[in-house]
């Protein structure tokens, strides 16, 4: 089960940068707030997606070895072990009861990718934005626009 929800949280994680590169590359910084508003939500809902999907599997996982009856409390058992929240009112058996920690121990690593992932992209969002923003200069261009030469050694030079 870890290496078939990894594999499918990598597949989230590919769609993620199928879809976001090209719209987090500089030429397109300029398209302002709602856009990078557009691309975080973007984000936020393809990683929640990702692990609603790990649940369900998980779940599956649960229903497939007999543990628990019905998909409806499979989904509740799984969602409180992937999100290590435990309320302890789905109890699973001595035979497999180790299911819940390794489930919480998925959901906790998929967690950190998914913030790693939210992470890098505002990272880069933010990035454009400062690197394309209208006031953003460099030391040349700020001395050039106050009447100065540009550098200490070109002005000692002129001044000589």
Not at 96 to 110: K, Q, V, Y
Not at 127 to 154: F, I, K, M, Q, T
Request: with cysteine; net charge positive.
């Amino acid at each position: 089960m870890l290496l078939v929800t990894v594999l499918c949280y990598a597949m989230a994680t590919a769609l993620i940068v199928h879809l976001l590169v090209p719209l987090t590359r500089k030429e397109h910084a300029r398209l302002g707030l709602w856009k990078n508003v557009g691309v975080m939500m973007l984000v936020s809902l393809i990683t929640a997606a990702a692990h609603l999907i790990q649940i369900a599997l998980w779940a599956l996982a649960l229903l497939t070895c007999g543990e628990i009856a019905t998909f409806e409390r499979a989904i509740y058992c799984s969602a409180q072990n992937y999100t290590a929240l435990g309320y302890g009112d789905v109890i699973l058996s001595e035979r497999w009861r180790l299911l819940g920690p390794l489930e919480a121990i998925n959901g906790l690593l998929l967690f950190g990718l998914s913030t790693a992932a939210m992470f890098a992209v505002m990272s880069r969002l933010t990035a454009n934005r400062l690197n394309l923003h209208p006031h953003h200069h460099d030391e040349a261009a700020v001395n050039r626009e106050a009447g100065g030469s540009g550098s200490l050694r070109s002005r000692t030079r002129s001044d000589s």
